[in-house]
């Protein structure tokens, strides 16, 4: 049986969500620049009195320089206001902020005002009509005060009248005793713009409904026939792409006018079939036209969408983008076009898929023009062919929205009825002239709760109005704005609806009080854990791990989840720069290795603080220190250090437990951290107290034992006035917790050997035992001392379960396992003491808690502990899959991968791909960042999947073993090894059947073959 399996890169653009923008409009503080333009006394450049009249005076005794203005009343100008328009255009969720001074002169009384008011004008000229945004009035002056100061903050900014209009501001005379002037001065206006663009989800599991939402989304699906009845002169309909019926347009003028919603942001969706032919010209003139919604039917105020030859082209302005797809081969295809008015990029779909975008004009677009969408004249004559369901938002739709509406061809809930005939056709809510809208909706009857569910952004305030007849006067807010705190979906109720069918829609207010906070992150690191050694991933396990099976149970179990590597060091360099460690030669660190990331790279701790975040780690490093060699200064400040790759605070082993040098490091500096065990300790495990205090120094502030270190070399470090450690061949049997080989039998400290030699530090050695409290501790007082503003990210890498294993006697024989399974048990406690310290501070609910490993499993690894007979128990550490640590098999990559966030994800198992190298991409998009240029390079977003919303995850995956000499690519179930073996994991789940001689598989693997070494040979898989 032959098999196919497609293999693709999916190449995903993201429009980021942009931080608020504040942006000065007026400035007269700097010596009063404006104020001291013109000539005489009666000209201030660009300020006028009031609206027609004379030119605005300005006047000697100013705050600061020579002049000021003067507003008041007297005879002949009975309320002299001094107005000026700014430059600014009113956009959705502006924030304004004024401060001015002002001094009335002799005669005032305290009672008189100085009024300010900011306003728009229907023609942005003194003989429009005026709609004022905002007002307010200062006074409470005494003679001889002096100027006084007004500062007003976080002025809502305008509604749907003032949108598209520049912002003018104006000053006059409020409440007075007597016909006075008064001067102002030091006059400064700024406003804060969001400009994240609103985003409506449509997931494909969503279950699409239609209600009508003025000015939100319209869908001219052609079924029904008053819907039909809006195509005028469309000779004839035949057989749709959707519906059963579809709009036919042979050559001659015919279109629809749609009321105009495109001021700001739009997505239009429609299918088209061409019949026709259109030019082959390549210019937009030489087009036949499909949409047009412009003024002088093409122009700068305007945009539109022609069939370009055999392609299809989206124009705003004067910037067009065009299809990499052909549209006139006798196929249906659908076309999404889309614009974002502030930042003015622009983008189109064809088939679902992004396949331009760019930026063209920003700003709103003008509010006069209907657009008319059919047969259009354009250059190149009027189109021919048929178009089909065509949806109309007034937001944007994200990228899995498109492609859901492609992918259900008009049926979200895949029932074989059309979502028109499900939710329009005998609905009451169709409403011809205002179209229906896609928002998820329920009522309760039993309760008369009415439920809409809108896809809303974090920090924005919602309202819900009903109105029972649509008409612009009706509308009624129900209950009070909610402001969510991330973006997601929103439930807006309804709890006194009366079993009335109202119509509903959401009004946007404005921004919240405050940015609202992003979610914590705290990344739980086992090492050396395997997939089969959690029982959530293996019934069959030996070792009881009930804390990490009740985050699964809370969280997403990812069952393709995967380290980059299937080794320490290899794997952590990806996961801390979204880079694949063999770019940089990155292997297992020796014990005087180098900071292995250099210290210009971009990592995921620098964007989170980019982001705003706190950053930590606590826990095993393994990725060097210093400059390497002799040149890092243990017994002084060591730089680099983590701190110098963008975390704040610090806690390590300095590479890892079974290297030397076996003393703790926090900060720059090896410290003594010693954990003092309660009485009760082995029954209430963690309960001891930790102290941590720098090494003993003499009066001239030189370290009193010194430390060194040599990867090699017991003599390089056997230095006069240092603690010496016996070299484990020295020792006797009896005196060791276990033998130990293959390399980790040099240095002999704590009754176990390790890799490498050490002197000195004797007093702050570290005791194997109690090393998960100590990292444990630590991590608590991190997150008790975090608070509800500002978010953190913690990186725990626990040490757990690497060798040499020395659980605490609390935890040993609490497996069936040996010391190894004890060390797993003792990891699982972990797990649930950390989830149980966010809970204690009351952060568990916007915190995202993620679990994995570095990679797969090992037993002995060097020493005899004993847990080399674990499989002959009956225990798979590797669960499914064959191989483990170092190898380039399944089970050496592929690991425990768990995501809990109980705000935002919903808990299950997922078979989506996997990699942690894909962190830094798809947090990025989750917080709105954008990774600089040639950072993170072989990082994909997974975010949909992170968040349970999709199920396949990253398009494909790279993994390496140790050194990277062995990379294997996996593209679904498919995984190619270097060196020529391919193997399809769908059927032969422990790789021992090598399908490359397979020739039903030939194409597979000529096309992994390739891909795998452009990859490896490119320089990131990552857009940049």
């Not at 006139?328 to 295809?333: A, E, I, L, Y």
């Not at 929103?490 to 959401?506: E, H």
């Not at 060091?569 to 990155?586: D, N």
């Not at 950053?615 to 220190?625: F, I, P, S, Y």
């Given at each position: ?417 059309t979502d028109f005939e499900e939710h329009v056709a005998a609905s009451p ?326 890799i490498g030699y050490m002197s000195g530090g004797a007093e702050a050695l ?259």
């Amino acid at each position: 049986m032959t098999s196919h399996v497609v293999i693709s890169l999916l190449v995903v653009h993201v429009l980021a969500f942009a931080e608020p923008v504040r942006v000065s409009l007026i400035d007269n503080r700097q010596g009063n620049a404006s104020f001291e333009e013109g000539s005489g006394n009666i000209s201030i450049a660009g300020w006028l009195t009031g609206f027609g009249g004379e030119t605005q005076r300005k006047q000697d005794n100013a705050f600061v320089g020579e002049w000021s203005l003067v507003i008041g009343q007297s005879s002949g100008q009975p309320n002299l206001a001094a107005s000026v328009m700014t430059s600014h255009t009113v956009l959705p969720g502006d924030q304004f902020d004024l401060s001015f001074k002002w001094l009335p002169k002799s005669g005032w009384d305290a009672g008189d005002q100085v009024k300010w008011r900011l306003f728009t004008s229907s023609d942005d000229t003194v003989s429009g009509t005026l709609n004022q945004i905002a007002s307010g009035t200062v006074s409470g002056f005494a003679n001889g005060a002096g100027y006084q100061s007004a500062a007003i903050s976080d002025i809502e900014g305008g509604d749907a009248v003032h949108e598209g209009k520049k912002v003018w501001l104006q000053f006059l005379r409020g409440a007075s005793s007597m016909g006075e002037f008064a001067r102002v001065d030091e006059v400064e206006l700024t406003v804060t713009t969001d400009d994240a663009p609103e985003y409506i989800s449509l997931l494909a599991d969503d279950l699409v409904a239609y209600y009508p939402m003025e000015g939100d989304v319209l869908d001219y699906s052609l079924l029904a026939p008053v819907h039909d009845g809006l195509w005028q002169n469309a000779e004839t309909y035949l057989d749709g792409g959707i519906d059963e019926k579809c709009a036919f347009f042979n050559g001659i003028d015919a279109s629809v006018s749609i009321p105009n919603i495109f001021q700001k942001d739009f997505t239009l969706s429609f299918w088209m079939l061409t019949t026709g032919t259109a030019s082959s010209g390549s210019q937009w003139g030489q087009g036949v036209g499909l949409v047009d919604a412009s003024e002088d039917g093409a122009g700068a105020s305007g945009w539109g969408v022609v069939q370009l030859g055999h392609r299809v082209a989206f124009g705003v302005a004067d910037t067009t983008l065009q299809s990499q797809s052909v549209v006139n081969d006798g196929r249906w295809h659908q076309v999404c076009v889309q614009r974002h008015s502030i930042s003015g990029v622009i983008r189109l779909f064809v088939d679902g898929v992004l396949e331009s975008e760019t930026q063209a004009e920003s700003g709103p677009r003008s509010s006069g023009i209907d657009v008319c969408l059919g047969a259009l004249r354009a250059g190149g004559g009027f189109f021919n062919g048929h178009l089909d369901d065509v949806r109309v938002f007034s937001s944007l739709l994200d990228e899995a929205g498109v492609a859901a509406i492609y992918q259900s061809r008009g049926d979200y809930d895949g029932d074989g009825s059309t979502d028109f005939e499900e939710h329009v056709a005998a609905s009451p809510w169709t409403n011809a002239q205002r179209g229906i809208a896609p928002v998820a909706y329920r009522y309760d009857d039993a309760n008369n709760t009415f439920i809409l569910t809108v896809d809303a952004m974090a920090g924005r305030r919602y309202q819900l109005q009903r109105s029972s007849s649509l008409d612009p006067g009706s509308w009624q807010a129900v209950g009070e704005p909610v402001t969510p705190k991330y973006h997601g979906l929103l439930d807006l109720i309804d709890a006194d609806s009366n079993g009335i069918r109202y119509f509903y829609r959401t009004v946007i207010l404005g921004r919240g009080p405050a940015r609202e906070k992003q979610p914590n992150v705290v990344f739980i690191y086992g090492d050396d854990v395997g997939y089969g050694d959690v029982k959530a991933y293996n019934p069959d396990s030996k070792i009881e791990t009930p804390h990490i099976d009740t985050l699964a149970s809370q969280g997403i179990r990812f069952t393709d989840g995967h380290c980059s590597a299937s080794t320490c060091s290899p794997s952590r360099f990806s996961m801390l720069t979204g880079v694949f460690a063999f770019r940089y030669g990155v292997g297992i660190i020796k014990p005087t290795g180098k900071l292995s990331i250099p210290q210009d790279m971009y990592t995921l701790p620098d964007m989170f603080k980019d982001a705003g975040y706190r950053t930590a780690v606590v826990g095993k490093w393994h990725l060097g220190m210093g400059e390497g060699g002799d040149e890092i200064q243990w017994n002084g400040d060591i730089s680099p250090s983590p701190l110098d790759i963008g975390f704040d605070y610090s806690f390590i082993l300095p590479t890892t437990n079974d290297r030397v040098p076996c003393i703790y490091m926090e900060g720059r500096n090896l410290v003594n951290a010693d954990y003092m065990e309660a009485v009760d300790e082995v029954a209430n495990p963690g309960t001891g107290i930790l102290t941590v205090a720098p090494l003993s120094r003499d009066g001239d502030g030189k370290v009193l034992d010194p430390v060194y270190v040599h990867n090699s070399s017991y003599a390089a470090v056997n230095v006069a006035g240092s603690t010496s450690y016996p070299q484990y061949s020295e020792t006797d049997a009896a005196d060791r917790l276990y033998n130990s080989n293959s390399g980790h039998n040099h240095s002999f400290i704590n009754g176990m050997g390790r890799i490498g030699y050490m002197s000195g530090g004797a007093e702050a050695l570290w005791e194997d035992q109690t090393q998960a409290f100590v990292f444990l501790e630590k991590a608590k007082q991190y997150i008790a001392a975090q608070d509800e503003q500002t978010p953190f990210f913690l990186y725990f890498a626990s040490q757990d379960i690497h060798v040499p294993r020395a659980p605490h006697e609390a935890f040993q024989g609490s497996s069936s396992l040996g010391w190894r399974g004890d060390a797993m048990v003792q990891f699982d406690w972990t797990v649930g003491q950390i989830i149980q310290a966010l809970e204690e501070a009351g952060l568990s609910e916007d915190t995202i808690v993620i679990l994995s490993s570095d990679n797969g499993p090992v037993y002995g690894d060097g020493y005899a502990d004993g847990s080399g007979d674990d499989a002959t128990q009956g225990h798979d550490s590797s669960g499914p899959w064959r191989g483990g640590k170092y190898s380039i098999l399944e089970g050496g990559t592929r690991v425990p991968f768990i995501v809990k966030w109980p705000a935002k994800i919903e808990p299950g198992v997922s078979p989506a791909l996997m990699n942690q190298v894909d962190f830094m991409a798809s947090f990025a998009e989750l917080l709105g960042m954008d990774l600089p240029s040639g950072s993170a390079v072989d990082s994909q977003s997974a975010l949909p999947a992170l968040l349970g919303h999709d199920q396949v995850g990253v398009g494909f995956t790279v993994e390496q073993n140790n050194t990277g000499s062995s990379k294997a690519l996996r593209v679904g179930d498919m995984k190619y090894v270097s060196g020529g073996k391919l193997y399809d994991l769908s059927t032969d789940p422990t790789e021992n059947n090598d399908r490359s001689g397979d020739p039903d598989y030939a194409k597979i693997l000529n096309d992994m073959s390739a891909q795998l070494q452009s990859i490896v040979n490119g320089s990131g898989v990552r857009q940049q």
